[in-house]
């Protein structure tokens, strides 16, 4: 188990944050990975997030049971399971780096777009195409990084679903993805003693944060929830590409 004190000075607020995204949050949950990089290898971070984020995931499935969008889910699926398969093959090729100046990219431009285009624009429709295409991202980005929540809203958040079904099926989506997940992670060495020493430690303070995720989303009004997830998902993008690119100086 990890016992410097920096590290938990770290994973206190990111296991806060992880809380949060499962509940309903989910564009949050790619911070938690890069808040405890300040103290750890990206990495090993990843590598004790995922037992959590397993055990958060159940929790928040017991929130919305029954709730998500079954339509939402055989579109986005098929192509995460590409991006998580893409993502253990090139594992030794791609940098963490890269993949968040990418993410945090797409991240602010899609805000952007968000609040340039006309505000009467009616709800996007989903299609199988976006799904696929953006499922992929998901699940290469989630595999390499944990950040799969800004592609999974590119696709979701345009549609203007009500808060509680774009909460439980993101967090469906999530679960799925981090449980098919664990398979290649088991065998990149990520689960030694250590790491899920210390995911035992920190599970304690995700669990109340995912009630409370859950909480708010079932209260907040469906206009107000989308500017949020609009302004997170600036704000998280902006972290990225600037942590990215201090990265490379």
């Not at 030794?92 to 952007?112: D, H, K, N, P, T």
């Not at 199988?128 to 953006?134: D, I, V």
């Not at 909460?167 to 290649?184: C, D, E, L, R, Y």
């Not at 035992?200 to 995912?210: G, Q, R």
Request: hydrophobic letters at 55%; aromatic letters at 14%; charged letters at 10%.
């Amino acid at each position: 188990m990890i016992d410097n004190p920096w590290f938990y000075a770290a994973a206190v607020p990111a296991m806060l944050i992880l809380g949060l995204s499962k509940g309903g949050f989910s564009v949050l949950g790619l911070l938690t990975v890069p808040i405890l990089s300040i103290a750890i290898s990206p990495v090993q971070a990843a590598g004790i997030t995922l037992p959590i984020l397993l055990l958060s995931d159940m929790v928040a499935l017991y929130s919305y049971w029954r709730q998500w969008s079954w339509r939402m889910l055989a579109a986005l699926l098929p192509g995460a399971l590409v991006g998580i398969t893409v993502g253990w093959l090139t594992a030794a090729w791609v940098s963490e780096g890269q993949i968040r100046l990418i993410v945090g990219a797409v991240s602010v431009a899609f805000a952007l777009n968000h609040w340039l285009r006309r505000r009467d624009a009616p709800p996007a429709r989903p299609t199988a195409a976006r799904g696929l295409f953006w499922g992929t991202v998901a699940g290469f980005t989630s595999f390499v990084s944990h950040a799969g929540g800004p592609p999974y809203q590119v696709y979701a958040a345009p549609l203007r679903l009500q808060p509680r079904i774009f909460a439980a099926t993101s967090v469906v989506f999530f679960a799925i993805v981090n449980g098919v997940k664990v398979v290649p992670y088991f065998f990149l060495g990520q689960f030694n003693p250590a790491n899920l020493m210390t995911s035992a430690v920190l599970l304690p303070l995700s669990i109340p944060a995912t009630i409370l995720g859950v909480w708010i989303v079932k209260r907040i009004d469906p206009k107000i929830f989308y500017e949020w997830i609009y302004v997170l998902v600036f704000v998280v993008g902006a972290f990225l590409v600037v942590q990215s690119l201090l990265g490379m100086v």
